[in-house]
């Protein structure tokens, strides 16, 4: 979780862009 910016259900982007 944290990555790469796709809304896969729980984060989107969280630290790293």
Do not use: E, L, V
């Not at 979780?1 to 969280?14: E, F, Q, T, V, Y």
């Amino acid at each position: 979780s944290g990555g790469s910016p796709s809304p896969r259900g729980n984060h989107i982007r969280r630290t790293s862009t």
